[in-house]
């Protein structure tokens, strides 16, 4: 039997269901506005994507490594924001540290080995590089987060 084609169908778009609890379908019509609930839910499924699109890690071991990190938030952030407790903190960190030394590189270096990141960083030691990165992650984050906000803002007032 041949499958009906949906009258709802174009060349690029695909109609589908999908059962949503009423509150989700409430708080999504709300978020929509005037773009309404169908848009709403493409935007967010594409922001979802790219964000999974971006999330691909490197290789093996720093996936591995990346999964055991939220494993560890995530058993520290049980009954509280893992940030809310000075000892839940101290806990994050010294688990972190093991961490770390479980997955630093037993065998010497290769030579070489390092040298386009101290020159990209001016010969610094791997702890003020890796403090210069942090503050670059931190910079970048907020810059996308609040400029993300913005322009979602703009967009709102075009419409």
């Not at 978020?31 to 848009?39: C, I, K, M, P, V």
Request: aromatic share 6%.
């Amino acid at each position: 039997m041949k499958k009906r084609k949906s009258t709802r169908e174009t060349k690029n778009m695909v109609q589908t269901a999908l059962w949503l609890p009423r509150d989700t379908h409430e708080q999504l019509k709300k978020t929509g506005g005037e773009r309404g609930l169908g848009e709403e839910i493409r935007r967010l499924i594409d922001v979802a994507l790219d964000r999974a699109d971006t999330a691909q890690t490197p290789d093996e071991m720093t996936g591995e490594f990346l999964d055991q990190v939220k494993e560890i938030v995530r058993d520290l952030s049980a009954d509280q924001p893992l940030w809310a407790s000075p000892d839940a903190f101290d806990a994050f960190k010294a688990a972190i540290n093991v961490l770390l030394e479980l997955y630093r590189p037993r065998s010497e270096a290769k030579p070489g080995a390092g040298a386009d990141l101290r020159a990209l960083y001016g010969g610094e030691k791997p702890e003020i590089i890796g403090r210069i990165i942090a503050h670059r992650a931190m910079h970048a984050y907020g810059r996308e987060r609040h400029g993300k906000t913005i322009l979602d803002k703009l967009k709102e007032l075009k419409e």
